[in-house]
Structures are given as structure tokens and as C-alpha cells.
């Protein structure tokens, strides 16, 4: 399956990895950072989008359902491979049928909620929004509403990026915003085994963000409370990728 994942906010606040040991998948390990100021801790992340395009292949997208808003609560992950991907808490959309096919098909976590966004230009700076209520399945009316002026660009690195030899400038290299946006798929568990679905893109380009307001109630819902209280650790945009998922490969049985 393809799809394009557009006007992308990463907004992370970072934890110890003990506190999302539990919610992993067997065979999956919350995932740290490696280097820098945040070495040792794993991040959590809010990341709401535009989907579009979404659609079988490399086929044109679907009608109608290849094209909604999502905003997801995820975790980072690792398995004993080496793989690198991420594990909802959850996923918000905006299309019923996307909610009811991804649930049956993968296990994961999607919720069908009312969605809406938009961005305009204002002192010749972008801003964006996205706003979201949960409806199917419950708990049922938890809201969230992000809006965020877009920056400058940001230097990006590929991933498994290093410090340099005084093990220093990790994070303002781009090894830090690497290591949470080059995810080259995700962990899940269904029929009782722990899946990895790789995906492939070209690289992001991403800028800094200005974040205007965080409103949000889906980070608590996830067991996440204290994080939305405070600003992010930190936070980018991205204006998108196409990108194209591969066949799940079983990492291992499921506890």
C-alpha cells in the first residue's frame, strides 16, 4: 500500500524507558537515544497530518477513502533485528471504513474521530492546525487542537547518525531529528505474533516550528497525562513524503 503523509507537526517529550517497557509488543524494546542531551531516555510522540493519496501499490489513490486526517500517539521501538519502527498507543482518522479495515487487518489501534484542519499565511510565515474528537470506539469525546507557525529549515542527517569524535553537536548536526523521523516501519501485534511492516521513503525535509497551542487530551487518554501540561522537547515539521509499505515480517510470538 502507498500513501502521502503531508504537513507533518513532531512534537516529543522524552521518558525514561521503564515507563513504556510494558505497552511493547513481544520482541520489541522502547528505543533510546543514542547520543546527546537526551541520551538514555525514549521519546513519545503527538503527530498529526494530512493523509492523501492513499491507495493499493503504486496505484493512484482511492476515491474518497485515500484521503483524511490522522493525528497519532506512538512510541518508539526497536527489536532484537535491528529494526527500527514505532508502536501506537493510538491513531485518530477521519475515515470510518480506513478505522474499521486497519483494526481488523493489523491490530492497530485507529479510532474514527471527527477531524479538521487548516493552514493559511500570516506576516509571511505558514501556520497550521489540526483539531480532533474521538467518536468510535471509546472513550468517546476526547478532544486535541494543535497549531503551529512553521520555521526555518532544520539540518537533517541519514539515519544511525553519529556525533562527531568529541561526541558533541549529536543534536544540532541533525542526529537527534534522524533518530525520531527516519522510522522505517512499524511493530504490532495480531494473531498472536509481533509483526514488523516496513515502509520506504525519500528523506524528510524538515524545519523548526513555533508551537502557538497544544490543547490536547489524546496523549492522556494514552497514559500520558503530565506530557501535554508542558511544552515538547522538541519539535519539527515536515512538509511530506510518498511511501510505500511492505510485507509484514514476525519479529516473535506474542506474551
Request: one cysteine or more; charged letters at 20%; hydrophobic letters at 45%.
Amino acid at each position: 500500500m502507498s500513501q502521502r503523509w503531508c504537513d507533518l507537526a513532531f512534537l516529543h517529550w522524552f521518558v525514561r524507558p521503564e515507563r513504556v517497557a510494558a505497552v511493547m509488543p513481544a520482541g520489541a524494546a522502547p528505543d533510546v537515544v543514542p547520543h546527546g542531551r537526551f541520551a538514555g531516555t525514549t521519546p513519545v510522540a503527538l503527530v498529526p497530518f494530512r493523509m492523501a493519496d492513499a491507495g493499493f501499490g503504486g496505484g493512484p489513490g482511492i476515491p474518497f477513502f485515500g484521503a483524511f486526517w490522522e493525528t497519532n500517539v506512538r512510541l518508539y521501538s526497536v527489536d532484537a533485528t535491528g529494526w527500527h519502527g514505532v508502536v501506537f498507543c493510538s491513531l485518530d482518522a477521519s475515515r470510518l471504513a480506513v478505522v474499521l479495515a486497519a483494526r481488523m487487518t493489523l491490530g492497530l489501534p485507529y479510532r474514527y474521530s471527527r477531524m479538521r484542519g487548516y493552514r493559511r499565511t500570516r506576516d509571511g510565515a505558514r501556520e497550521l492546525a489540526w483539531t480532533a474528537r474521538t467518536r468510535w470506539p471509546g472513550p468517546a469525546g476526547i478532544g486535541s487542537r494543535v497549531v503551529v507557525r512553521v520555521g526555518d529549515p532544520l539540518p537533517t542527517a541519514a539515519p544511525g547518525a553519529q556525533p562527531d569524535a568529541e561526541g558533541e553537536n549529536y543534536d544540532a548536526k541533525g542526529g537527534l531529528a534522524a533518530f525520531l523521523t527516519a522510522r522505517w516501519g512499524l511493530h504490532t501485534a495480531v494473531l498472536r505474533r509481533t509483526w514488523y511492516l516496513p515502509n520506504v521513503h525519500e528523506p524528510w525535509s524538515l524545519r523548526s516550528l513555533e508551537l502557538l497551542l497544544l490543547d490536547d487530551g489524546l496523549l492522556a487518554a494514552a497514559g500520558f497525562g503530565d506530557l501535554a501540561g508542558r511544552p515538547p522537547d522538541h519539535a519539527c515539521f515536515a512538509e511530506g513524503v510518498r511511501t510505500r509499505f511492505g510485507w509484514p515480517l514476525v519479529v516473535a510470538d506474542r506474551r
